[in-house]
């Protein structure tokens, strides 16, 4: 996603929170207007996010309607998590065999260093810190195509995990704690194609702990 400062950048990410929050199988309707009134901005800059947000496939525009918050499918669950890892796949066929830049090691430790410090385990917490992840990832993949289709199936699957952390299910923060320690790990160690392997293992990692959460496994669990 592209990179904002300022304001415009917390309203970009005060809306992402807003949809990461809400039930992904449950449509959000976003109004310019009102949310131009909510920031105290025009509507321009508005519109201008709503276009981010599109093209990382959190929102949909419909004629005539407006902007909606794209809508997940809960049977699909495991396939989006499969696509990240085949995403990655793509991204390691084309990286360099090289050590991962400066400034995705840097994020990622940065990010480690918030969580050890800071206590709040909530669920705006748990999307900012997945944000940071995916900003620093994204300077390790030079191909803007890849490079897109890496953030959108990334926050695909935080739409999901932050469900299971607003739910309070345990062991959700020590797991991204843990995950987090291997891709430093990977990051300080390792090379480009070490990194984007790792993550792909660990997103397809979570999809038995997503099934058993959504309860995928009977008909209760199954979208209508």
């Known amino acids: 996603m592209h990179r904002m400062v300022g304001q415009q950048a917390d309203i970009l990410q005060a809306i992402r929170t807003k949809i990461c929050l809400a039930d992904p199988r449950e449509p959000i309707w976003l109004k310019e207007t009102a949310l131009a009134d909510e920031f105290g901005v025009s509507r321009t800059p508005i519109r201008h996010i709503l276009q981010l947000l599109a093209n990382a496939q959190l929102v949909e525009t419909q004629t005539g309607l407006g902007t909606q918050t794209t809508v997940l499918t809960l049977t699909d669950l495991p396939k989006h998590f499969e696509t990240y890892g085949s995403i990655c796949n793509v991204a390691i066929s084309v ?60 926050w695909r699957l935080i739409r999901w995990r932050t469900q299971e952390v607003s739910a309070g299910v345990e062991g959700s923060w020590g797991l991204a704690a843990s995950n987090l320690e291997t891709a430093i790990d990977a990051a300080t160690n390792g090379t480009e194609r070490d990194l984007l392997g790792i993550s792909a293992k660990m997103g397809r990692n979570h999809i038995d702990r997503m099934v058993a959460y959504y309860d995928l496994g009977s008909n209760d669990g199954a979208d209508a």
């Not at 830049?101 to 050890?116: A, E, I």
């Not at 410090?117 to 990832?137: H, K, N, T």
């Open 95 to 154: 990286a360099k065999d090289a050590p991962v830049p400066r400034k995705t090691t840097l994020g990622l430790m940065s990010v480690h260093n918030s969580l050890m410090i800071d206590d709040d385990r909530s669920p705006e917490a748990f999307v900012d810190l997945y944000g940071r992840i995916i900003d620093a990832m994204a300077h390790m993949i030079s191909d803007p195509i890849i490079r897109f289709a890496h953030q959108a199936a990334f």
